[in-house]
């Protein structure tokens, strides 16, 4: 069966420092997704992309987040200036239509020093 | 906005049948999806509904009822592997997203 893969599934950093995660959807679906899961707590949603743009963003995803679909396959999620707060497990989603499922990656762990 | 609320933790035991509650308030609805997440690891999809009623799937059912705004998964035949969080979470419509419950966490005991 087709996955979403993401890279690293471990990332450590240093308050203040940029980290990029890096996601491969699934070939043919086009509409992505980047959820975070802080410890303990619950499934946030972080910011959707369609058609090259981002189609809704919540409050979470503020100037020190950016995304990016550099070429056909990969899907990024930047964190210009890391804080502690930013420690979680980050999850990429990618799904085929609007009523369809979304495929989770088994997720990158950031832990911000 | 959205709520969703479903119980925090359950028990269980092994063979026996369980039930987990969701209820939300969206502004607008197009679907609910329930999904398993094991620990440390991704959310896993199993059951989506869009209209009122059952959708069975082996062992597992999924209920919804939108005018009460609720939704429960159903277990059967209880195993040891089920032990794990279980997320109900809604599309709104006119959106792309979906918006997780906070989980329910299944403990099966022998």
């Known amino acids: 069966e087709p996955e979403v893969t993401q890279t690293p599934s471990h990332q450590v950093t240093q308050m203040g420092q940029e980290v990029i995660l890096r996601c491969v959807p699934i070939?043919?679906?086009?509409?992505f997704y980047w959820y975070r899961q802080i410890l303990g707590q619950k499934v946030e949603f972080l910011v959707s992309?369609?058609?090259?743009?981002?189609?809704?963003k919540s409050e979470i995803f503020d100037d020190q987040f950016s995304v990016e679909r550099p070429d056909g396959s990969n899907f990024t999620l930047k964190i210009r200036s890391t804080k502690l707060e930013d420690s979680a497990m980050y999850f990429c989603?990618?799904?085929?239509?609007?009523?369809?499922?979304?495929?989770f990656g088994s997720g990158t762990q950031l832990s911000v020093l | 906005g959205q709520n969703i609320d479903q119980p925090t933790e359950m028990t269980a035991t092994e063979g026996a049948i369980v039930q987990i509650n969701c209820t939300y308030q969206?502004?607008?609805?197009?679907?609910l999806f329930w999904y398993q997440q094991h620990a440390g690891e991704a959310p896993t999809f199993l059951s989506y509904?869009?209209?009122?009623g059952l959708e069975e799937k082996g062992r597992f059912s999924s209920f919804l009822s939108r005018s009460k705004g609720y939704s429960y998964l159903l277990l059967k035949e209880l195993q040891m592997k089920d032990s794990a969080s279980y997320l109900c979470?809604?599309?709104?419509?006119?959106?792309?997203?979906?918006?997780f419950g906070t989980g329910t966490r299944l403990q099966v005991f022998p």
């Open positions: 070939s043919n679906h086009l509409y």
């Open positions: 969206t502004s607008g609805f197009n679907g």
């Open positions: 992309f369609y058609n090259n743009e981002i189609s809704e």
């Open positions: 979470a809604v599309r709104d419509r006119n959106t792309d997203k979906l918006i």
């Open positions: 989603a990618s799904g085929q239509g609007l009523n369809e499922k979304l495929f």
């Open positions: 509904n869009v209209l009122d």
